[in-house]
């Protein structure tokens, strides 16, 4: 691991670091910031999933999340959303596709499958590299996201309860196997066979018998997206019908911006310290 920068920040360390990935074969960067509790022991840890076209640094410029994660002791570990590099297949004039579009799954499908492992890598590998590397309380992780990141905060934590200990999403595509922007991209990872999208659609996977504690999610009311791309609704009956408890915000008059995600996300922080308290 390399350390590309480090700031200091409310008493705590924001970092960016690279690795050379064996799971996506290229160099990845991520951020993590680490509070001024982590001199007195391990901290919990939070994940946070970026949305299309983002890297590590969206949610770190904009996302404004270092105060209260320092006043709260929790490390938050920023990853990238897809492979990066030269050699990595692309397709530079749609960005709902390839590289800032990784959908947070493993493709199966040619040319991407050597490369496009994010699921893999946001579950296995750099969870690793964390445990290893900074003073992590592994034992208390959380979750959350933004839009495709949301959709994959969702997922991973309905596929891995035994992991996270909370979950929440700002604006998540809770159904991406129906969604406009996100179905062709499913395709193209993961191949033609509805069939198996399922393990990676929120909605799918709570019909399919998949259960996790509780969700928050914070959806703007004035988000252009709202109707095509995301529509909490369905995860939402979705929760209902399997009596998953669910909190759903519609903020009126907010937009899919960083202006909306920094504006809820010291409410998202408090509630994952809450749950992340109890080992």
């Known amino acids: 691991m390399k350390t590309v920068s480090t700031a200091r920040s409310h008493g705590g360390v924001q970092g960016v670091y690279s690795h050379t990935s064996k799971t996506c074969q290229c160099d990845m960067t991520f951020a993590v910031f680490v509070p001024p509790q982590a001199a007195d022991g391990p901290c919990p ?29 929790m490390i938050v570990v920023c990853p ?48 690793a590299l964390i445990a290893e590397k900074f003073p992590a309380d ?28 909370s979950c929440s999403a700002f604006a998540p595509i809770v159904e991406p196997s129906t969604a406009g922007w996100s179905k062709p991209a499913l395709e193209k990872y993961l191949g033609a066979d509805e069939a198996t999208w399922r393990g990676h659609d929120a909605c799918a996977l709570v019909a399919d018998g998949a259960r996790f504690p509780e969700f928050l999610i914070d959806q703007g009311a004035a988000d252009g997206f709202l109707d095509e791309g995301l529509r909490p609704w369905l995860f939402e009956a979705a929760c209902e019908k399997a009596g998953i408890p669910l909190t ?29 308290a109890a080992r």
Not at 152 to 165: E, H, S, V
């Open 138 to 165: 592994m034992d208390r992780q959380g979750i959350f996201g933004h839009s495709m990141g949301g959709h994959g905060a969702l997922t991973i934590a309905l596929k891995n309860p035994d992991r996270f200990k």
């Open 248 to 276: 759903l915000n519609m903020r009126e008059g907010y937009d899919h911006s960083y202006f909306f995600i920094s504006t809820f996300m010291d409410d998202h922080l408090v509630w994952h310290a809450k749950r992340l």
């Open 45 to 73: 840890v939070l994940w946070y999933l970026s949305g299309l076209t983002c890297t590590h640094a969206n949610v770190m410029d904009k996302g404004e999340y270092r105060r209260m994660a320092a006043e709260l002791g």
């Open 80 to 127: 990238d959303t897809s492979p990066r590099g030269g050699d990595v297949p692309d397709e530079a004039d749609n960005w709902q596709f390839g590289k800032g579009a990784g959908f947070y799954v493993d493709a199966t499908q040619e040319p991407f499958a050597k490369n496009y492992r994010m699921y893999s890598y946001i579950t296995e590998e750099l969870p």
